[in-house]
Each structure stands twice: as structure tokens, then as C-alpha cells.
């Protein structure tokens, strides 16, 4: 809506001169409001694309990153008071919400492309061993849920499949050049 009033505003304008209303202080238009309508639209425009992106039917965690960082990093050049409260608060409440099972999807969706270091306290990535933990803590409550309803010999198989896995892991590891490993 203030799109569309922010490109009508000079039919508008005109208008209310035709009219005889512009000399009303209640309907005068100054450049400073218009101004204002302006700077709205373009803080709300990232906001607007974010919100859609976010409520389409294919939307995954990985797409809502992707976005959140899309939307802060517009709201940031605007360069605002409007748009540096509202950053402050969408970081606040991400931050509030976020787990560490983001930065591990991230890291499963494509692990060679993982970077440990991340500027950003809000979309900060987990480093590797971190990562690896959290794996083997998510895959032991899943079997744990699925062995509750059927038998829990299966949790202690999988608790030590695990932490074979996670020995034959750092064995790789010291075979690795820095090189190698970086």
C-alpha cells in the first residue's frame, strides 16, 4: 500500500490542490513525509521478500538462512534509525531461536563448503569436532525414540557405533596433512 501511495503521490498531491484541501493542515503533504513514506517502503521491501520466501510451501532451514541473512544485510545498508532498530531486533529474536542443528544441516547439505569462521554472532558456524558432536548426540536421541518403542538393547549398539566411528575419525585425522585437513 505505501508502494503504491509512494508512486501516486504526485496524482495525490495534485489532487488535493484541485480539491481546495491542501491548504488544510490535516491533508498537507510536506517533502519531510514523503520522505518518510519513501524510507518505509524501502525498509519494508527486504522484509516483504523475506516473509515470502520464508512462507513458500518448499521452504527448508537452509532457504530461511539464506533469507534472514539476505533481509539483515539490506536493513543494515539502509543506513536508518527505523531500519538499525529493526535489525537489532530480528538479530535479537534469531538469536533467541537458532540452534546448532542449523550449522549442522548446513554442514550435511554440503560439507566441503563448511567454513568453521563466521563474523556473525547471530549465523555463526559450528567448528568441525563441535559438529561431529552434535551428529552423535542427534543420531543417538533419534535411535533412542525409535528403540523406546521397540527395544532399548539397540541404543548401547548404536552409542558404540558411534564412538568407533568417531576413534576411526580422529585416526583420519592425524594421517592428514594441514594441507589436507584445511
Given amino acids: 500500500m505505501i508502494e503504491t501511495f509512494n ?30 513514506l519513501e524510507n518505509l517502503e524501502n525498509i519494508l521491501k527486504p522484509v516483504k521478500l523475506a516473509v ?22 539490506k536493513l ?3 543506513h536508518s534509525a527505523l531500519a538499525s532498530e529493526l535489525v537489532l531486533s530480528l538479530r535479537q529474536r534469531i538469536l533467541q531461536r537458532r540452534t546448532n542443528l542449523t550449522a549442522l544441516l548446513i554442514y550435511l ?13 547471530i ?6 569436532n563441535l559438529l561431529r558432536k552434535e551428529i552423535k548426540n542427534f543420531v ?7 528403540s ?12 558404540q557405533a558411534v564412538q568407533v566411528t568417531n576413534n576411526n575419525e580422529e585416526v583420519l585425522l ?5 594441507q589436507q585437513e584445511l
Avoid: W
Fill in 52 to 73: 515470502e520466501v520464508l512462507c513458500r510451501q518448499d521452504a527448508i532451514l537452509i532457504i530461511a538462512e539464506a533469507t534472514l541473512k539476505f533481509m539483515i544485510k
Fill in 76 to 78: 543494515e545498508d539502509n
Fill in 148 to 159: 523406546n518403542s521397540y527395544d532399548n538393547n539397540d541404543v548401547e549398539e548404536v552409542v
Fill in 174 to 178: 592425524s594421517d592428514l596433512t594441514l
Fill in 109 to 121: 547439505q554440503n560439507p566441503c563448503s563448511y567454513h568453521a569462521s563466521c563474523d556473525d554472532e
Fill in 123 to 128: 549465523f555463526h558456524f559450528l567448528e568441525k
Fill in 7 to 36: 508512486k501516486l503521490k504526485l496524482c495525490i498531491a495534485k489532487t488535493l490542490i484541485d480539491l481546495g484541501i491542501s491548504r488544510n493542515i490535516e491533508y498537507r503533504f510536506s517533502e519531510h513525509k514523503f520522505c518518510a
Fill in 140 to 146: 543417538i536421541r533419534m535411535q533412542f525414540s525409535v
